[in-house]
T-cell receptor, first 110, second 115 residues
Framework: GIQVEQSPPDLILQEGANSTLRCNFS?????LQWFHQNPWGQLINLFY???GTKQNGRLSATTVATERYSLLYISSSQTTDSGVYFC????????????FGKGTKLSVIP | DAGVIQSPRHEVTEMGQEVTLRCKPISGHNSLFWYRQTMMRGLELLIY????????DSGMPEDRFSAKMPNASFSTLKIQPSEPRDSAVYFCASSPRGFGTGGYTFGSGTRLTVV
């Protein structure tokens, strides 16, 4: 099945700093999503982004499908951005479900 | 919209007991997914329904696990008998379109502890 690798596994930022999280995947995909799991365990869908670039406030994401990677940018980080960020893709062609990476754990300190 | 609703939020049960987790997807979403999250294995898909029909249950760990979706607005995940290694957070998610499009919406999860 498809392999999903996220980097870095852990990241500590000072409040106000910017960061880039990376997701590499081993096969072509027609669906890619970024999720944020907050410290209370809730999983929030940030972006559905199989290709191109999207922005939502301080967050933006870019997927380059031909090169099999996606980037999540967080600007002017806030303590509420802390948590784990997951990238997820379908496990194979024609698959409906998502396979999740192991995540990047982000800690934003005041 | 109230989002995906799961119940209970927390469940503590003794080994050997039956456990039933419940999920109400977002109205109009035709795909429903059950995931399990543990520290060791991360997020794992257990089963996926499309239009109330189970499409892929290859992630269900063993016969002790079963899932049903009797109608478009309700699904259950049952564990009988439960074991301590079943302790995890179980998430339900729904999606508006089945084939690789649209975003998932997750419920708040059920934290299951089997003692």
């Amino acid at each position: 099945g498809i392999q999903v690798e996220q980097s870095p596994p852990d990241l500590i930022l000072q409040e106000g700093a910017n960061s880039t999280l990376r997701c590499n995947f081993s096969d072509s995909v027609n669906n890619l999503q970024w999720f944020h799991q907050n410290p209370w365990g809730q999983l929030i869908n940030l972006f559905y982004i199989p290709s191109g670039t999207k922005q939502n406030g301080r967050l933006s994401a870019t997927t380059v499908a031909t090169e099999r990677y996606s980037l999540l940018y967080i600007s002017s980080s806030q303590t509420t951005d802390s948590g784990v960020y997951f990238c997820a893709v379908p496990p194979g062609a024609g698959s409906y479900q998502l396979t999740f990476g192991k995540g990047t754990k982000l800690s934003v300190i005041p | 919209d109230a989002g995906v609703i799961q119940s209970p939020r927390h469940e503590v049960t003794e080994m050997g007991q039956e456990v039933t987790l419940r999920c109400k997807p977002i109205s109009g979403h035709n795909s429903l997914f059950w995931y399990r999250q543990t520290m060791m294995r991360g997020l794992e898909l257990l089963i996926y329904f499309n239009n109330n029909v189970p499409i892929d249950d290859s992630g269900m760990p063993e016969d002790r696990f079963s899932a049903k979706m009797p109608n478009a607005s309700f699904s259950t995940l049952k564990i009988q008998p439960s074991e301590p290694r079943d302790s995890a957070v179980y998430f339900c998610a729904s999606s508006p379109r089945g084939f690789g499009t649209g975003g998932y919406t997750f419920g708040s999860g059920t934290r299951l502890t089997v003692v």
